[in-house]
T-cell receptor
Framework: AQSVTQLDSQVPVFEEAPVELRCNYS??????LFWYVQYPNQGLQLLLK??????LVKGINGFEAEFNKSQTSFHLRKPSVHISDTAEYFC??????????????FGQGTILTVHP | DTEVTQTPKHLVMGMTNKKSLKCEQH?????MYWYKQKAKKPPELMFV???????INESVPSRFSPECPNSSLLNLHLHALQPEDSALYLC???????????????FGNGTRLTVT
């Protein structure tokens, strides 16, 4: 079984400040890791993914995340946020193979609010 | 703009009604998904179709009946729903797992369902 824990349910920041959204996972098998963003009244959009290789992954809209296997973490960061980054962010994990391939387990979400 | 189109955007139905949610994608993806998202919660997987065959049913009540008539279309038939079924229903698609690792999900904007 897998689980994902997003350590902060809400993160308020000021515009142009840096931000880190924290995600920890638990799994007995190798996993793939994803960050999705959900704007109000919309579906989810992929920000970035980690499959293998370099532990620092760059995504869209200036976001990046670092995979840390020893700490089972996949924290999302952005050096300077914009008002338009206000949204809910979901960390997700899937098995790297097997019959459950493609099935995502989501964290509870972190609401990022960027203030002017 | 999303590449996964869901209709209708909003639906209000009584507990004795029969209705259907529709989803369409033209990205050549061979895996399609239904997720249910309650307010302030992450999406929960309901069904997965791979090559038009149902591959995962997450113990969903029979009042929800999925259908995949072809590789581009996915329907969710609703009958005798309960008020607690009110939620955002998200459709997603991905490349079939056999075609590559870690295929991300592409989500539609969802159908917001209210059961009265």
């Amino acid at each position: 079984a897998q689980s994902v824990t997003q350590l902060d349910s809400q993160v308020p920041v000021f515009e142009e400040a840096p931000v880190e959204l924290r995600c920890n996972y638990s799994s007995s098998v190798s996993v793939y890791l994803f960050w999705y963003v959900q704007y109000p009244n919309q579906g989810l959009q992929l920000l970035l993914k980690y499959l293998s290789g370099s532990t620092l992954v760059k995504g869209i809209n200036g976001f990046e995340a670092e995979f840390n296997k020893s700490q089972t973490s996949f924290h999302l960061r952005k050096p300077s946020v914009h008002i338009s980054d206000t949204a809910e962010y979901f960390c997700a994990v899937s098995n790297a193979g097997g019959t459950s391939y493609g099935k995502l387990t989501f964290g509870q979400g972190t609401i990022l609010t960027v203030h002017p | 703009d999303t590449e996964v189109t869901q209709t209708p955007k909003h639906l209000v139905m009584g507990m004795t009604n029969k209705k259907s949610l529709k989803c369409e994608q033209h990205m050549g993806h061979r895996a399609m998904y239904w997720y249910k998202q309650k307010a302030k919660k992450p999406p929960e997987l309901m069904f997965v179709y791979s090559y038009e065959k149902l591959s995962i049913n997450e113990s969903v009540p029979s009042r929800f009946s999925p259908e995949c008539p072809n590789s581009s279309l996915l329907n969710l038939h609703l009958h005798a729903l309960q008020p607690e079924d009110s939620a955002l229903y998200l459709c997603a698609s991905s490349q079939d797992p056999g075609q590559g690792p870690g295929s991300p999900l592409h989500f539609g904007n969802g159908t917001r369902l209210t059961v009265t």
